[in-house]
């Protein structure tokens, strides 16, 4: 073969190529899943009968022999796994409870396969709970798709969680978690987990959706309706003799890893059309409770995705629906259900939260069960940025907060001396109490992107948050891709925060012992290590800025909002219990020294972190 300088760069660029783009773009396969699904819905029988065909492509490396679906519906039956957990667990969610063991068989919920084919064959199945196990006649090869066709009935049972019907509010139906649903295969292998209270974990892919219900319901879902024009008369105003029994409502979304719909008769839809072309929906039952609050919510809302767009990312789907059902506030793709008679600030927060799910979990899809803190955590986070934006705007009452998550940092800080704590990488459905769960996923998520915010500084903290967006959307990130991403936006390694605050439930606290002369002398007293800000306050009013880091980050901020104009002096060891340095000023001219005077370290005891040691009042408790 002849060789020529040409010809050797036609061989190695493309190689070259791959690599970078290896490197700028993280891969990562992503089994694919595309629905086409026809409902026809009994309300008196409160069941929904369907036919689901499912092409899925397995991108994965590996020759699949079985494969499992979730049947969410069957949790609501007396005896399920949610059913004892929710009988048996230290403080249960009150909406459940024990609801499910008085269930009468009319009122449960159940999920049956009448049929199941892969190719046209038939395969062998059991029910096993709320998992569908499957073992397939034929593998499925790598890089190969299949098709399953099934048939199957769904009772939908009494409103208890999530999903039902006749909510609280007066909402007939509630469709969530109503389908039968391939669980996720990963880099980490099959996610079968039972529905015992949460979270989700799904396959990107498109639905295309037929329900079929009574001409006097309104139909609310994922998605982009397609016929509008068949659906959008008021039916219910003719007389009946002119008016079609039943309707079918067409949905379609791409690119979602679930899919829900709501249906009542009394629902009021707003459809508010923002300046980027994106369209809000509001479906709600009219009343004085409602109508003033959800009328006011879309031109809020305008505003907060205005804010996300561009400090989290851009909102890939053309629709979004806020929908009045449920049983307080659930995200799921391009829709949320939420409790809708509320004040105004409780309907926008709530609209909020689950819109910041779009991101986190819509997009980005972290494993709910694994890293449920990616999700309720990052999204909390969010949800706080945002409502202090809206009360800066005047578009909710409220007082603006220099920093909104500070609360969250104490909430966290009084949760840990309780004792109580259990650490982030605990499965969702494995703490031990559901409050544990809760402080995990909401408050100490939320307080783990503050102290890295705090670590690394406003700057490349913000930057790295739009990295992470752009870098793994639809791509299932897990706590290691989120590190590097910072670690990529900051220049520190970060891999010793990671480990300290998922994977242990150790605490910071830091004291400062004492000055000698113009020396500081400093004394780490929890079992986790963070760099410190420390603030010297001259009698004459000066003031000077340090900034602390630990040896083991290989580098230290390089600016912060909350915290500016500091000097980076000597590494701090993380095994050494105490630390020292020549601040320039002799304690005499010291008025104070204060460790993080922004309050954002989560530092269990901030009473030793002034000095000199602030002394009780005369006649207090010591």
């Known amino acids: 073969m002849y060789f020529s300088f040409k010809n050797v760069l036609g061989i190695l660029l493309p190689i070259f190529l791959s690599f970078h783009t290896a490197w700028a773009q993280p891969e990562r396969w992503q089994q694919a899943v595309k629905y086409t699904m026809d409902i026809d819905f009994d309300i008196k029988k409160h069941q929904a009968k369907g036919k689901q065909i499912l092409e899925y492509t397995n991108n994965s490396p590996d020759t699949l022999d079985k494969v499992f679906y979730h049947l969410y519906f069957n949790a609501f039956q007396p005896n399920s796994m949610m059913d004892v957990r929710s009988r048996t667990i230290k403080d249960p969610d009150p909406r459940v409870g024990d609801r499910i063991m008085k269930l009468s068989k009319g009122d449960q919920g159940f999920q049956n396969i009448e049929s199941l084919q892969m190719n046209g064959r038939k395969v062998v199945y059991e029910i096993v709970g709320t998992i569908l196990e499957v073992r397939l006649s034929e593998p499925i090869l790598p890089k190969t798709k299949v098709t399953f066709e099934m048939e199957f009935v769904a009772q939908v049972p009494l409103q208890i969680r999530r999903s039902g019907r006749f909510s609280k509010e007066g909402i007939e139906y509630s469709m969530a978690q109503w389908y039968p649903k ?35 319901y309104v139909v609310a879902a994922t998605g982009i309706l397609q016929n509008k024009d068949i659906v959008g008369y008021s039916y219910s105003q003719l007389e009946p003799a002119y008016r079609p029994k039943r309707l079918t409502y067409h949905f379609k979304a791409e690119n979602v890893h679930d899919f829900v719909w709501a249906a009542d008769p009394d629902y009021t839809q707003i459809v508010h059309q923002m300046s980027d072309s994106t369209k809000i929906r509001c479906f709600f039952q009219p009343g004085e409770k409602t109508t003033e609050n959800w009328n006011k919510l879309p031109l809020i809302m305008e505003e907060a995705f205005h804010y996300i767009n561009k400090k989290y990312g851009q909102y890939p789907f053309k629709e979004y629906a806020f929908i009045q059902g449920g049983d307080g506030g659930m995200e799921y793709p391009m829709a949320t259900l939420i409790t809708g008679e509320r004040s105004l600030v409780s309907l926008v927060g709530v609209s909020v939260h689950e819109l910041m799910h779009s991101w986190f979990q819509m997009v980005l899809g972290s494993n ?226 204060e460790i993080d005077p922004t309050k954002r370290l989560a530092d269990k005891d901030k009473t030793n972190n002034v000095w000199p040691r602030l002394m009780p009042e005369k006649g207090a408790d010591k």
């Open 182 to 216: 391939m669980c996720n295969y990963d880099y980490q292998g099959w996610h079968s987990n039972p529905y015992v209270g949460r979270e989700f974990y799904g396959i990107w892919g498109d639905f295309d959706v037929k329900i079929t219900v009574p001409s006097d």
């Open 368 to 593: 709910e069960a694994l890293y449920h803190w990616m999700d309720e955590g990052f999204t909390s986070f969010a949800t706080n940025d945002v409502m202090n934006h809206l009360v800066s705007k005047k578009l909710i009452p409220g007082t603006y907060e220099d920093n909104p998550h500070i609360k969250s940092v104490n909430g966290y800080i009084n949760f840990a001396l309780s004792g109580n704590e259990e650490p982030l990488i605990t499965h969702a459905d494995h703490f031990i109490t559901n409050t544990a769960y809760g402080v995990a996923s909401y408050t100490k998520g939320e307080v783990f992107l503050e102290q890295l915010r705090y670590i690394i500084g406003d700057q490349a903290f913000n930057k790295g948050m739009l990295s992470y967006f752009h870098t793994w959307k639809f791509k299932h990130p897990n706590p290691n891709d989120f590190v590097r991403i910072m670690e990529k936006a900051s220049g520190l390694e970060l891999d010793w925060f990671k480990e300290y605050f998922v994977n242990t439930t150790h605490t910071i606290d830091y004291q400062i012992e004492e000055m000698r002369g113009d020396e500081l002398i400093l004394r780490r007293v929890g079992n986790m290590p963070m760099p410190l800000d420390i603030t010297l306050t001259k009698k004459n009013g000066e003031r000077l800025y340090f900034n602390i880091p630990l040896e083991m980050m290989r580098g230290a901020k390089k600016g912060d909002f909350f915290f500016n104009n500091f000097k980076v002096v000597k590494d701090w060891p993380w095994t050494h219990p105490t630390y020292s340095f020549k601040t320039g000023v002799n304690f005499r001219d010291v008025d104070k020294v």
